[in-house]
């Protein structure tokens, strides 16, 4: 018999709906697990910043709640203890799964854009990509496509195409910690 306490919280509340959330591949927990190590060795021994998982309810000031994939909330006073964050996070990232893509991709952003998150990463696991949006004067900017590239097309650049392909992800909400494109997708399977 399975634990109806377990699946309870498994939704969102998206523009006053409850939007259920169903578990997600093993790519998708891979990918999380590997931003999240990244950021969470970053911030050890720092002052500020908490990384979180999908396992946090964050209720927006708009009504919302979300249980983004990641976020980072950097000022520490801002979070009180429970399962619950009453903030707005300063960085998210949501990981397209095929029933989430639309969502994520278009109404998620809105929102995320509309309370104020800094920065929003849209990672895409079948095309192993990072689309990173920067807020600028309240409006969500995309800031840079990252990808890995599959073997067959690098073979048709030439050199100043391969020299111009980034894979260093800079945060834009830390001085100093960039996470590397192979970091992210490291162990997918295909």
């Given at each position: 018999m399975f634990n109806d306490r377990a699946i309870q919280n498994l939704y969102e509340i998206i523009g006053g709906e409850k939007i259920m959330s169903p578990s997600p591949a093993?790519?998708?927990?891979?990918?999380?697990?590997?931003i999240f190590f990244?950021?969470?060795?970053?911030?050890?021994?720092?002052?500020?910043?908490?990384?979180?998982?999908?396992?946090?309810d964050v209720h927006l000031?708009?009504?919302?709640?979300?249980?983004?994939?990641?976020?980072?909330?950097?000022?520490?006073?801002?979070?009180?203890?429970?399962?619950?964050?009453?903030?707005?996070p300063d960085f998210a990232v949501e990981i397209l799964s095929h029933s989430s893509k639309k969502m994520d991709v278009t109404t998620?952003?809105?929102?995320?854009?509309?309370?104020?998150?800094?920065?929003?990463?849209?990672?895409n696991p079948w095309e192993k990509s990072v689309t990173v949006y920067i807020l600028r004067d309240g409006k969500f900017k995309l800031d840079e496509e990252y990808m890995i590239y599959p073997e067959e097309e690098l073979s048709e650049m030439d050199e100043g195409e391969k020299a111009a392909i980034k894979t260093d992800i800079k945060l834009s909400i830390f001085d100093d910690l960039t996470i590397s494109i192979d970091d992210i997708f490291f162990d997918i399977e295909d």
């Open positions: 093993k790519n998708h927990a891979y990918i999380m697990n590997n990244n950021i969470q060795s970053y911030l050890k021994g720092k002052k500020f910043g908490r990384v979180f998982t999908d396992n946090m000031p708009d009504g919302n709640i979300f249980r983004p994939d990641l976020f980072v909330v950097c000022d520490r006073k801002t979070l009180k203890q429970g399962r619950t964050v009453y903030c707005v998620k952003k809105d929102i995320y854009e509309k309370n104020g998150v800094k920065e929003y990463w849209i990672v």
